[in-house]
Structures are given as C-alpha cells and as structure tokens.
Nanobody, 133 residues
C-alpha cells in the first residue's frame, strides 16, 4: 500500500522553528522516488487547503509568498523523504500541514499542483502546527 507518513508538528511560540518530515513507502515510490514532485500544503480551520512549498524532480522550488524567506523545502531521495524547515514561525502559520507526492506537477503554480495531487498523487495524514503569540 502506498502511503506518506508525516512527523514533526507541534506547538511553538512566535519566532520559533519546526521541521516537518514525510516518508513515502509502497510499490509506487520504488519508481524511483527522485522522479516525483513533492510538496507541502496546509489547511486552517474553515479555510481551503493552500500550497506552502513545492519541489519538482529537477530540484526547482516554489513557495507561497507568505512563507518565502522563512520556510525551506528539501528532499532526500535515498530515504524517500521530504522535509519542511519552518523558521520564524508566526501565529498565522497555525494549520494542519499535509505533505504531498505526485509524479508530474506544475510546481510554479501550487494551486494547480494541489489539483494534480488530488487526481494522481498521495497525501500524508497531516500534522498539526500551532504557533502562539
């Protein structure tokens, strides 16, 4: 069974840091994993899921304007893993964070990428990030 398992969420004060991890397992990700796009999305209560960061198979990255300069996406293909380093966290970053993996993506448009994940990819189970003021 293909699945993504997340870890690393938690509660921090404003200005703090967290590192989210996501590991992919299953037959699909033996393709190899380096051929896939990876990304992070978040969803606050009452809001739609929004793109935070994405990286394609060539290493090109894209970030939401609200997190540029504070968040960094990375991947370790040898471990089928992706990460999101979040620094200088703000209360408005509070949300459930979801990792995503999809074979092909429009990484420069995270809204389109979300649709591609819905249609062809996988989502992690979500991990809660709470930032207090």
């Amino acid at each position: 069974q293909d699945q993504l398992v997340e870890s690393g969420g938690g509660s921090v004060p404003s200005g703090g840091s967290l590192r989210l991890s996501c590991v992919a397992s299953g037959f699909r990700y033996d393709d190899p994993y380096s051929n896939f796009c990876v990304g992070w999305f978040r969803q606050a209560p009452g809001a739609e899921r929004e793109g935070v960061a994405g990286m394609d198979s060539d290493g090109a990255t894209n970030y939401a304007n609200s997190v540029k300069g504070r968040f960094t996406i990375s991947r370790d293909n040898s471990k089928n893993a992706q990460y999101l380093q979040m620094d200088n966290l703000k209360p408005e970053d509070t949300a459930m964070y979801y990792c995503a993996v999809v074979r092909r993506c429009a990484v420069m448009n995270l809204g389109v990428m979300k649709g591609q994940v819905n249609d062809f990819g996988d989502w992690g189970q979500g991990t809660q990030v709470t930032v207090s003021s």
